[in-house]
């Protein structure tokens, strides 16, 4: 048993991992606020680093483009609270999915309309001089003697803004006013309508602030495979991760997205000659999450569905 | 004659698009009384306080004819949240309280518009004082409680945005008879203190023992008003609604129903 | 005056539950099928090929979906995974079994039922799962039927281009074809077999939904406690709808297989596929039978139809990706317009407009 090959494998895991979280959060973030299961995460993603790039490859620089970026996005997010969510509030949640469903097509539309269809590589360490972004990975080897694998220091980078974000949100929804009317809203639209909590704003800064995420973790993203389309694609691997997590936890999305990330690795490795055939992956990940979910409906910190007949 | 608070003006309210609920409703509640806005089921009874509070929108409905003025200001245009800042709160038919969140937090959102949340504090003991029961229960989740604690929750809730109106949907719905007295009485001791009350009931008896004016709704109009105690002592009130006729208990087979004098289009 | 819903006076029970009971309305009925059977099979090669056939799959599926989603409120996002086990299921019935036995409508048949097997296999933990998260059943479906399919190429006859033609002999039904000198491949008749397959399956959809099962499906949906309270097996009227559900999907898949497209392909039962037959539903209306006809119909022609606008108006000045992402545009604000107007779908507007109109002329 090749130890400290199954480290680089579990470690290369959660990594992984870390990125479908990024996703993930987005998502948790939404539906914890209001219900709405946010289909258009990945479009989000796509359009916000779109944007970013196209104006970096345009020559301006980082810090300007950013700021741009992030204001675009919470444009975004203050317009699509207007006119798509707040029309269908207290409507049938399964309506409300189809709506973002529908924003992600248009989503889909606009990004590829305004900007274009191309691949786009993203390097963000020709921008940004802080040492965690330089591309040479870590040999842990320098560090402790018998470790003998790398890793590279863009993923640690990673981990530790999906932490923060994870850290600061919790901390929001639990200790703060507005975190606890947002999850007020999202057990009961009318009643927190009656009681006084202003749907519209709240919304408009959740959809503001899911924007912005989306930003972070579509630059990261890129920053592993590029700008493209298929980003979107991403939206599919994070539906398993918040459902072994659980649609309402924060802290669930990072959770999910380690054992996912990890699961994945072990399975592509140990079990691929198994099956045999490529494309492995793609179910593997939700028969994972199928397997969770049998046992624990909600996932792992999801509410209890509580029903009075 | 004390300043009227809530005027209802000649309502219409449609939902989607296609059904008429209400057909010219207009009530008056005076400051500091208690009105009971009594009716069967699917008389209007809840769309009219929905219209009220400016809720209908969220369930496919609007306001199609006449007005709503809360202090002499028309609120058909103001936003919910802002009707519960101006002082105007509803405690929905059903309750609805949040159901993942503990006794405490559920309580807590209704203070969402207060700005000082030391006073906030202050009126969530002041709650508590009120009903005793929820005190115990604070942490546990809303979902598990039962009906009459979740009743109390949900009025508690209304309470801390300190409102001048308070608008009661079908407080005795589902709970047991000594609880609605005591609701009732918790009702009395509010109005005490300077709240206003607009009570949707189907329990006749109970909303009028407690009310000072009454007002009587079927088929999405108004078609008796008074003073609670005269509606009490009338013969058809009596018959309709208590089921007490001239003879002692009535049977089904005798009752009269309500027609209006005049015929109607619809 | 001439269509009144009264003065329908019936005498017996089986008269009090026709599925239209106006004179007028049967009429229509027969007028429609008449017109369906007899003009549409000699409309030109290229209505039918483009339109009529391709909806008539779609439109089936849709249906099937219905019965899930619309019905017994499981959501479901594996309808194009189902639509592939009925596809591969009938060619591969076709190909190796023995002629005489097996013909295009009975391999069908048996294609359906393999799908709704394979439905209730993925429908398994619709027991204890509810909510959004059971969405994570019908997704391990879609990709696990993919990859299954993907990975032996058994299924495709070991056809190295992943795309299978479809032989013509497959068409012909017993010799019928030689025998009454039709040409099965050709697209009238392929035409004819969807439509009757449709139109059958259609009328079961619809007499299921005013049937015992179909209310046990509707209480399942509504509130499953109260419903296991009365009586009703909640897992077991799951695992129904289910096989209902993806039996009516496969036969669907056959159908957009052979009926329509011609080859046996992978790439056509993709992630894609699903959304769009869950925007054909949501767009007809949940729980609507002539909703899911109405959705599907709407849905495929919107995209033809824009793409065409796109190509007069524009003489082709702008290229194809430009269109594509501008139809993507209209397509989702149409999708939330609509939603926002009536999050009920075409059906509820139609009711709603019926409504109207038996008011008329009061507004209501």
Not at chain 1, 265 to 273: Q, R
Not at chain 3, 235 to 244: D, Q, S, W
Not at chain 3, 320 to 331: D, G, I, K, L
Request: contains cysteine; neutral net charge; proline residues 3%.
């Amino acid at each position: 048993m090749d130890w400290v090959y199954l480290i680089e494998v579990l470690v290369g895991g959660l990594m992984s991992g870390v990125m479908y979280s990024l996703v993930a959060i987005g998502f948790v973030l939404i539906y914890k606020s209001s219900g709405i299961f946010n289909f258009a995460q990945g479009t989000m993603l796509l359009f916000a680093s779109l944007t970013f790039v196209k104006m970096t490859e345009n020559g301006i620089d980082f810090w300007t483009s950013l700021f741009i970026a992030a204001g675009i996005m919470v444009i975004f997010g203050i317009a699509t609270e207007r006119y798509v969510i707040r029309p269908l509030a207290n409507q049938d949640l399964l309506a409300l999915f189809m709506a973002t469903v529908g924003l992600a097509t248009f989503q889909e539309g606009f990004s590829q309309f305004v900007w274009d269809s191309d691949v786009h590589g993203l390097q963000m360490s020709k921008f940004l001089d802080i040492g965690l972004l330089d591309p040479a990975p870590i040999f842990m080897s320098d560090h402790i003697p018998w470790l003998d694998i790398l890793i590279p220091k863009f993923d640690i980078f990673a981990s530790l803004v999906a932490g923060s974000l994870i850290v600061v949100l919790a901390f929001f929804f639990q200790k703060t006013k507005t975190g606890l009317s947002l999850r007020a809203v999202s057990d009961d639209h009318m009643a927190a309508m009656a009681v006084g909590i202003p749907l519209q704003t709240v919304w408009a800064v959740v959809w503001a602030v899911t924007g912005v995420i989306a930003l972070v973790a579509g630059l990261l993203w890129a920053e592993r495979v590029s700008v493209s389309f298929t980003l979107i694609e991403a939206v599919m691997k994070a539906l398993p991760v918040i459902l072994i997590g659980g649609l309402t936890s924060i802290p669930g999305a990072i959770v999910g997205g380690l054992v996912i990330g990890v699961g994945e690795k072990l399975g592509e490795i140990y079990l691929a000659d198994v099956f045999g055939g490529q494309g492995i992956e793609l179910w593997f990940a939700y028969f994972m999450a199928l397997i969770f979910l049998i046992f624990r409906p909600q996932g792992m910190f999801g509410e209890k569905l509580i029903e009075r007949v | 004659m004390s300043k009227s608070l809530l005027k209802v003006n000649n309502i219409e309210v449609v939902y989607n698009h296609v059904i008429l609920a209400l057909r010219g409703v207009t009530l008056d509640v005076e400051e500091g009384k208690v009105v009971s806005l009594l009716g069967a089921n699917g008389s209007g009874k809840t769309t009219t306080l929905k219209a009220c509070s400016n809720l209908l929108h969220a369930e496919r409905g609007a306001i199609t004819k006449g007005s709503i003025e809360y202090n002499d200001n028309d609120i058909s245009k103001t936003d919910a949240y802002n009707l519960v800042k101006d002082g105007v709160v509803q405690v929905l038919e059903g309750r609805h309280c949040f159901s993942h969140l503990t006794v405490e937090e559920n309580i807590m959102t209704g203070s969402f518009i207060r700005e000082n949340p030391k006073e906030a504090k202050q009126d969530l003991e002041r709650v508590y004082d009120h009903f005793e029961r929820i005190r115990i229960r604070k942490k546990s989740l809303a979902g598990f409680t039962s009906g009459g604690e979740q009743q109390m929750i949900a009025m508690g809730r209304a309470l801390m945005s300190r409102p001048k109106l308070i608008l009661l949907d079908e407080p005795s719905m589902g709970l047991a008879p000594q609880l609605v007295e005591e609701i009732f009485a918790i009702v009395k001791n509010l109005n005490k203190e300077g709240v206003s009350f607009l009570i949707a009931e189907q329990n006749a008896m109970v909303a009028l023992k407690y009310a000072d004016d009454g007002y009587i709704i079927e088929n999405g109009r108004v078609i008796l008003k008074g003073k609670a105690s005269e509606l009490l002592e009338r013969p058809d009130v009596k018959e309709m609604y208590l089921g007490v006729g001239a003879e002692g208990k009535t049977s089904f087979r005798d009752i009269k129903y309500y027609h209006r004098r005049k015929p109607s289009f619809s | 005056m001439i269509y009144r819903e009264t003065g329908n006076f019936v005498t017996n029970y089986f008269k009090d539950r026709e599925i239209f009971p106006l004179k007028f309305d049967k009429i229509i009925v027969i007028i429609g099928l008449l017109f369906l059977y007899l003009y549409v099979p000699t409309t030109s090669e290229y209505t039918l090929s483009a339109h009529v056939v391709p909806i008539l799959a779609v439109g089936l599926a849709t249906v099937g979906l219905n019965i899930l989603t619309g019905l017994t409120g499981q959501l479901s996002l594996g309808t194009a995974g189902f639509m592939c086990v009925g596809a591969f299921s009938t060619y591969n019935l076709m190909l190796r079994m023995p002629e005489d036995f097996m013909s295009l409508p009975v391999a069908l048949l048996f294609s359906g039922i393999f799908a709704g097997i394979v439905g209730v296999i993925f429908g398994l933990p619709a027991i204890r799962i509810k909510g959004f998260y059971l969405l994570v059943s019908t997704l391990a479906a879609q990709y696990f039927v993919w990859w299954f399919f993907n990975s032996y190429a058994w299924f495709l006859n070991y056809e190295t281009s992943g795309v299978v033609a479809i032989p013509p002999k497959m068409y012909d039904y017993w010799g019928l074809g030689n025998l009454l000198g039709i040409d099965m491949q050709g697209y009238p008749a392929r035409y004819v077999l969807a439509l009757t397959v449709c139109l059958a399956l259609t009328y079961f959809a619809k007499n299921l939904l005013r049937s015992n099962t179909g209310r046990n499906f509707m209480s399942v949906r509504d509130r499953d406690i109260a419903a296991s309270v009365m009586g009703i097996s909640v897992p077991r009227t799951k695992l129904l709808a289910f096989f209902v559900s993806c039996f009516y999907c496969g036969v669907a898949g056959g159908l957009y297989s052979f009926c329509y497209i011609g080859n046996v392909d992978l790439m056509i039962y993709e992630i894609d596929r699903s959304f769009t037959i869950l925007f054909m539903l949501i767009i007809g209306g949940l729980g609507s039978i002539s909703g899911s006809w109405l959705g599907a119909i709407f849905v495929y022609e919107f995209l033809i139809v824009f793409t065409w606008v796109g190509d007069t108006i524009f003489q082709g000045a702008f290229n194809t990706a430009v269109v594509e992402n501008v139809s993507n545009m209209v397509y989702g604000v149409f999708i939330i317009a609509l939603l926002i107007r009536e999050p009920g779908g075409f059906a509820a507007l139609w009711a709603t407009t019926k409504q109207k109109l038996r008011m008329w002329p009061y507004p209501h």
